[in-house]
C-alpha cells in the first residue's frame, strides 16, 4: 500500500529564502509522485509530477523536486521565496492498478508562509 | 475551457437533511473523482468512477452515495447528514487509466452540518 508522509505541518521562511518542503514516501510499486498547491479559497492545482527518468523534476512557478528512490524521498524546492508563495502544499503518490483505481494518497499538507 | 467546475460553492445543513453536490468537466475526462478535506489529513477519497454509468467506493465511502449518468457529471449525494461530514469536497477528473495522469481540482464545496 502507498503512503505519503510530509514532515512539518508549518514552515515559515524569509522573501528571497530558500524553500524545503519534505516528503517521504512508501510504495509496494514503482512511485508516480505528484506535488500540488492550493492557495486560499481554491482547489489544488499541480505543480509537477515525476513519472519515469530525470530524477530532477522542474515544475510551474520556479519549484523544482528530486526523486530519490534510497531515500524514499520527493522533497520540494525553490531557491528565492516570494510572497506568492504562501499557501499550502501536498505531496500524493498514485496508487495505480490498486484498490481504487488511480486515487491519490495524499499526504497531510505542509503550510508555507513566506515572512517580509 | 471552465476545467471542473462545482456547485454550490458553500453550504449549511441540519443533521439530518439531504443535498447533492454536483461536479462537471469539460475535458472529456474518463475518470472522476470525490475528495474529502479535513484539517490535518490531506485529502481522503469518497467515491470514483472510471466512466459514464460506472462508480466505486473509495476509502471513506460510509453516508456518501454517487451517480456518474453522463460522462460530464458526476453527483455526490448525502442522504442524512451528520456533524461528521463537516468538511471541504473536492472534485476531481483526469483523462486516462495511467497512474501518470494528472488529475484536475474543481475549487471546492464547503459544507458545514449542524
Known amino acids: 500500500a502507498q503512503s505519503v508522509t510530509q514532515l512539518g505541518s508549518h514552515v515559515s521562511v524569509s522573501e528571497g529564502a530558500l524553500v524545503l518542503l519534505r516528503c517521504n514516501y512508501s510504495s509496494s510499486v514503482p512511485p508516480y509522485l505528484f506535488w500540488y498547491v492550493q492557495y486560499p479559497n481554491q482547489g489544488l492545482q499541480l505543480l509537477l509530477k515525476y513519472t519515469t527518468g530525470a530524477t530532477l523534476v522542474k515544475g510551474i512557478n520556479g519549484f523544482e523536486a528530486e526523486f530519490k528512490k534510497s531515500e524514499t524521498s520527493f522533497h520540494l524546492t525553490k531557491p528565492s521565496a516570494h510572497m506568492s508563495d504562501a499557501a499550502e502544499y501536498f505531496c500524493a503518490v498514485s496508487a495505480y492498478g490498486g484498490e481504487y483505481g488511480n486515487k491519490l494518497v495524499f499526504g497531510a499538507g505542509t503550510i508555507l508562509r513566506v515572512k517580509s | 475551457n471552465a476545467g471542473v467546475t462545482q456547485t454550490p460553492k458553500f453550504r449549511v445543513l441540519k443533521t439530518g437533511q439531504s443535498m447533492t453536490l454536483l461536479c462537471a468537466q469539460d475535458m472529456n475526462h474518463e475518470y472522476m473523482y470525490w475528495y474529502r478535506q479535513d484539517p490535518g489529513m490531506g485529502l481522503r477519497l469518497i467515491h470514483y468512477s472510471v466512466g459514464e454509468g460506472t462508480t466505486a467506493k473509495g476509502e471513506v465511502p460510509d453516508g456518501y452515495n454517487v451517480s456518474r449518468l453522463k460522462k460530464q457529471n458526476f453527483l455526490l449525494g448525502l442522504e442524512s447528514a451528520a456533524p461528521s461530514q463537516t468538511s471541504v469536497y473536492f472534485c476531481?477528473?483526469?483523462?486516462?487509466?495511467?497512474?501518470?495522469?494528472?488529475?484536475?481540482f474543481g475549487p471546492g464545496t464547503r459544507l458545514t452540518v449542524l
Open positions: 476531481a477528473s483526469s483523462y486516462g487509466t495511467g497512474g501518470t495522469d494528472t488529475q484536475y
